[in-house]
Structure formats: C-alpha cells, structure tokens
C-alpha cells in the first residue's frame, strides 16, 4: 500500500508500507479520498516533533480526511459498502476522563500522526465505525477533510458561552482562526474581528459576511476595536495564533467581564500573560485541546451551508505529487491556508 511517510526531518517519501491490517468486528475499511496538511503535520516535517512528541521511527503523516467505506466488520451496523464518510482521527480508551465524555483529554488516546501512531495519507485505513461520520450527498470529500479543523472552532465556540449578539476578536487569520470565527458566528455572535500581519490571508475574510478583518502592520488592533465598539470591547476573545507575543496585551481587547479561550497552543511559551489585566475587567479564561462530540454538528454546518469551508482551501496536490504539497504548505511565501492531498 502506498502512503507518504515522513522517514526523518524533511525528508519525506512515498513508499509501500502496510500499517493497517484486518478489518475488525466493529471497524470498516476506508479508501481515503482528501486529506488536509496541518499544521501539526508541517511541524513535524520541518522539526521532526513538537514538544514531548518526536518522530523517532518512520511515520505515516495526516490526520483532516475523507474516504469511502470499501469493507465493513459484522458488527457494524450504521455505515455500508460505498459509504462516503470522513473520520475523527482520535481513538480515545476507557479512562475516567472519557467516560466522563471529555474523550478529547483521555491520555491514552490513538490520534492519528501523532508520534508514535500513523496517519491516514495512505491509499486506505480501518477505523471504528464509532468515530467514522457518513457524509450527506452535498458535501465532498475536499469538505468532508475540513470537517476536522472545524471541530476545533465548534469546540472554541462550545467553550466560550456566546450569548446571542456577541461580538468577539479572533488573533490569527489562519485555517483554525477563520473557522473558529465562523463557528463563533454560528454560535450566536453577531460580528467577528479577526487579525493578522498577513493581508493576503485578510482578504480571504471577503467571502464571509460579519467577519471584519484588522491588518495589524497598518492599524492598532485594540484602538480599531475600542473604536468599533464605543470603548467597551469584545465579550469574547479567540487566541488562535500560537504566539507568546500575542498574550502580552490581549486583556487589552476584551469587555469588562469578557472570555479569553485559548485556542493556539504556544511553542515560545505564553510570553507576559498580565494577571493584573485579568483581573481588573474579571476576564475569564477558557482553553481548547482538540475536540469532543463535534464531529456531527460539523457536518450539518457544511451541509446546511452555515459555514462555508470551499474558500479556505488554497490547493489541491494529486497524490503523486504529496511531497511537493508540504514543500508548499511549508513555506510562508505561499500564503496558504488550507492545502490537501487527493487520492483516487
């Protein structure tokens, strides 16, 4: 079976290599179709690990896809032969944690392309049928691979307790920032700022009504906010960049009272988180690792036409061509926001 495998930092290769085996009682077969870079999966690209999490033996990369059911075990009762699902790629155990339904947090969990576990940018995997997501016959299968990322706003949104008519700032203009700000529109805010150094990424904010973008190398973000909102600033807070930097002054933009959810997860540190700042307005926090039960809610967003996934995608690399995408993805002069793989 073909698949793209990381062998060490920046070398990738496309090679055979079997790393799903038979298809069990309760799992199916599935033929992938698209799947999405990360930008997890460029990290471990350009540096071989992030945090305690390092690529020591040949690893399958991928995680955001779609597929087609091709095989299904016997005991498998929801899903058929020719099925065009699309899969979370987190096999959570049976710890507290997830018997409590925080899966997302269960320490022992399987997540795809994630040292030591493959991925999914192969010609097919076996996945249970209870984190496999059979897609409607609108949605295809370059939006079925967004439905992962997607979950990351849904779950961003779910943890902010929008109140209908909310206004909110999202810190990043990046695939997971301007999700997360569509999800935060979906879930009851009425307009939603979103900044970045990165005008091209800005323009992309066109294509959604109520998202108003900030370009942070030609404006003050928290004067265009005070501005915008009479001196009271946002109810809620989105921190999806990743960057230390950005924790320095984000208290700044948010209203008496307000939420700051941390989206991002910082590979500098939190840089000068002021706790004074917080404080002084009674700011509450909130943080996001991954997703639980969002899965479905995605693709009723997408189907239904509530959020709009197509305009995010940059490009589309046939298989053949896999290692040009993450050359692609890589570097910043591109200007990417989301990049997918495609197999046929």
């Known amino acids: ?40 999966d460029v990290h471990y690209y350009q540096h ?33 032969k ?11 155990g049976n710890s507290k944690v997830t018997r409590m339904g925080m899966y997302n947090l269960d320490p022992d969990v399987r997540f795809w392309a994630t040292p030591p576990i493959h991925g999914c940018l192969c010609e097919s995997v076996v996945h249970p049928e209870a984190y496999t997501f059979k897609l409607p016959e609108n ?6 691979a967004m439905v992962e990322p997607l979950a990351i706003g849904l779950q ?38 979103i900044s970045d150094i990165n005008s091209e990424k800005l323009a992309i904010t066109e294509h959604f009504p ?55 997860i910082p590979a500098d540190g939190m840089g000068q988180l002021s706790i004074t700042g917080l404080q002084a307005k009674e700011l509450s926090t909130q943080s996001v690792f991954r997703y639980a039960h969002k899965y479905d809610r995605a693709i009723r967003l997408i189907a239904s036409g509530d959020i709009n996934v197509p305009p995010l995608i940059s490009r589309i690399y046939p298989f053949d061509e896999s290692i040009a995408a993450y050359e692609y993805a890589s570097d910043p002069r591109s200007n990417a926001v989301k990049v997918q793989i495609e197999l046929k």
Request: glycine fraction near 14%; proline fraction near 4%.
């Open 82 to 92: 020719g099925d065009r699902v699309c899969m979370e790629p987190g096999i959570p």
């Open 210 to 264: 109520n998202i108003i973008p900030i370009d942070s190398t030609k404006e003050d973000p928290v004067e265009r906010i005070m501005k915008e909102t009479d001196g009271w600033g946002v109810e809620r807070v989105f921190e999806a960049t990743g960057s230390g930097a950005v924790f320095r002054n984000i208290h700044e933009f948010a209203s008496p009272g307000g939420c700051i959810i941390l989206v991002g």
């Open 48 to 80: 071989g690990g992030i945090g305690p999490y390092i690529v020591r033996d040949p690893m399958v990369l991928g995680h955001e896809a779609s597929g087609e059911v091709i095989e299904t075990g016997k005991n498998v009762k929801n899903l058929k």
């Open 156 to 193: 961003a949104a779910d943890k902010a307790g929008i109140s209908p008519g909310d206004t909110a700032l999202v810190t990043g203009c990046g695939t997971i920032g301007i999700l997360t700000a569509l999800s935060a529109l979906a879930g009851g805010c009425s307009r939603v700022f």
């Open 1 to 40: 079976m073909k698949a793209l495998v990381l062998e060490s930092q920046k070398k990738l290769q496309i090679r055979d290599m079997d790393i799903y085996g038979v298809c069990g009682d309760d799992d199916v077969r599935i033929a992938i179709r698209n799947v999405g870079i990360c930008g997890s």
């Open 139 to 144: 949605v295809s299968y370059a939006e079925g």
